[in-house]
């Protein structure tokens, strides 16, 4: 795994998981009309679909088991302790046409007191192109750094940190909505220069 620093330790891997695994938990990504979805409609920050567990079907737990797998690998390439798989805040994430997420840092602390270390984004978008949009920005001090294209079996780790800003600000333009999985690991240690407990912050 090939990490770059720059706007903040990441990585952009294509092909991570078997394709025949990622196909089966497209197939059971619930439509938008479903039961149990959170609904998140800030037109200033964030108009987007979560789906936590409830939602899933029995081949997305199995893709979880394979996330949770990698902990060992993930700690050893971003050189951090022992890493525990959670996905609150996580799971399923659908765009709808028109939707769109602020730039921003992640909350850094678990209700259990957990440190937050490194976010986990699997894109599910078969034949995804440029035209149709969704790109997530990585932010520097200055703007946009880098850009993933969230095309199918495209993998994003990256370390999670009070500068790891990102977001796809720009409203996805349509007609395709875009999904993805998100999982996050923690450690009991507190990273190296941790100041404070924060949650979400928008990058302004």
């Known amino acids: 795994m090939n ?15 078997d394709d025949e695994l990622l196909r089966s938990v497209l197939a059971e990504f619930p439509e938008p009309e479903a039961d149990g979805w959170i609904r998140y409609g800030d037109p200033q920050h964030e108009v987007k679909l979560e789906g936590p567990d409830h939602l899933w079907g029995p081949n997305t737990f199995k893709f979880v088991e394979a996330i ?3 902990g060992p690998e993930f700690a050893q390439a971003f050189g951090m302790p022992e890493l525990t798989l959670r996905t609150e805040g996580g799971g399923y994430h659908y765009i709808e046409p ?8 992640d909350f850094n ?3 259990e007191g957990l440190y937050r270390r490194l976010n986990v984004i699997c894109y599910l978008n078969p034949d995804w192109t440029e035209e149709d949009g969704g790109k997530l920005e990585l932010f520097g001090d200055s703007g946009p750094v880098a850009e993933v294209l969230p095309q199918f079996n495209r993998t994003l780790v990256f370390e999670t940190s009070d500068k790891s800003f990102h977001g796809h600000p720009t409203p996805l333009p349509g007609p395709r909505p875009r999904r993805s999985f998100a999982a996050y690991f923690f450690s009991v240690e507190a990273p190296e220069h941790y100041v404070e407990d924060h949650t979400t912050v928008w990058y302004e």
């Open 3 to 17: 990490i770059s620093d720059h706007p903040f330790p990441h990585a952009i891997v294509d092909g991570m998981w």
């Open 68 to 70: 949770a797998a990698r």
């Open 98 to 105: 028109g939707g769109k997420l602020a730039v921003h840092a």
């Open 109 to 111: 602390r678990s209700d």
